[in-house]
């Protein structure tokens, strides 16, 4: 039997993720796909503790498409973004790590992630045990309404576009002091932490030129990037840099800390290039440059690099390896 925990839900990265593999897995293997029941928040590190995974024996396998493990006699496969909160988290989010998903990971000798940078952390992370793990990169996908076709959101003058959380390591404040520096431009802000970005804004004396968002659907969102002059991807650390790949899907150029390198990873090439990540004049001279710039073009083959289906395939490989 093949336990799903599918409880990773909403429009951030780790739901896009999880709704797009899980709702392909079943398609994919051979034997019965189940819920996993196990109730309550994904997020908190005491979730390891629920009950709910004993209900599969030695003979299934449980699957998360985040990083959740817990109490089980079942080997568990789990999809490790990053390792963001190792340098981040609290305490207690470190010792979940350490005591709970690196034994449950070198118990099921395999672990997924999304990006080339990720697979080389977690196998440092490993330590002697990643001689026994197969860490497998099996991407990340863009969804069907980030193309540059559809309805695009006019503005009365250049407008940025920060599609992110107020998380230390996003680095967001910078953008608000830069937005100082370029007085013609404006910016929409979409992210879960609207008291904090306002706080942003109102330190740097643009409030009157931003505008926050919270919770858009991708509709509205790939609307918001194909009439963005650009977006701005600030992050110091990241696993793997889906609104940069939105938004190039939707034909809008990133401007991006060149040090983030599973961001680099998706623009190389095609966006503007930071290499100071607190220098605000630095961003406001690489904002400007992205405003003023040609418009965006792709290799042919840049798309097919990030197509669900062939994340669906290769989660299903890794899942069928192990069930």
């Known amino acids: 039997m093949i336990y799903v925990d599918d409880r990773r ?43 709910g995974r004993l209900r599969a024996t ?30 981040t988290g609290s305490r207690l989010k470190r010792e ?27 196998e440092s992370w490993l330590g002697p045990a990643a001689a ?11 969804s069907s309404a980030f193309t540059r076709d559809g309805e695009v959101e006019r503005f009365t003058r250049p407008t940025l576009a920060l599609v992110s959380n107020a998380k230390v390591h996003k680095n967001v404040e910078v953008v608000f002091r830069a937005l100082a ?13 609207p008291a904090t970005m306002a706080g942003f804004a109102a330190s740097a004396g643009v409030t ?3 505008e926050i968002r919270h919770d858009v659907p991708d509709i509205q969102l790939a609307r918001l990037y194909r009439g963005s002059a650009a977006l701005v991807m600030p992050s110091t ?49 690489a904002m400007d440059k992205a405003v003023r710039g040609e418009p965006l073009h792709l290799p042919g083959t840049w798309a097919g690099r990030y197509d669900w289906d062939r994340v669906g395939d290769r989660f299903a490989r890794a899942v069928r390896k192990l069930a």
């Open 9 to 51: 839900t909403g429009n951030h990265g780790i739901a896009r993720f999880a709704r797009e593999v899980l709702s392909r897995l079943p398609a994919r293997v051979s034997g019965p796909v189940r819920r996993l029941p196990v109730h309550g928040s994904a997020s908190t590190p005491l979730d390891c503790l629920r009950p």
């Open 58 to 87: 030695s003979r299934d396998l449980v699957v998360s498409p985040g990083p959740n493990a817990g109490l089980s006699r079942a080997p568990q496969l789990v999809t490790l973004h990053d390792l963001i909160h190792l340098d």
């Open 96 to 122: 979940y790590y350490e005591r709970v998903l690196r034994p449950a990971i070198a118990r099921a000798g395999r672990v997924l992630t999304v990006s080339d940078a990720s697979r080389e952390a977690i």
């Open 132 to 142: 026994r793990v197969r860490v497998d990169v099996v991407g990340n996908g863009c």
């Open 181 to 193: 520096r370029c007085p013609e431009l404006g910016m929409v802000v979409v992210g879960p932490a």
């Open 208 to 210: 009157d030129r931003v």
């Open 237 to 285: 650390l990241e696993g793997f840099g889906l609104p940069v790949l939105e938004a190039m899907s939707c034909g809008t150029r990133a401007v991006y800390w060149e040090g983030c390198a599973p961001v680099a990873e998706i623009a190389a090439g095609s966006g503007v290039a930071v290499t100071g990540s607190t220098d605000d004049r630095e961003w406001a001279e």
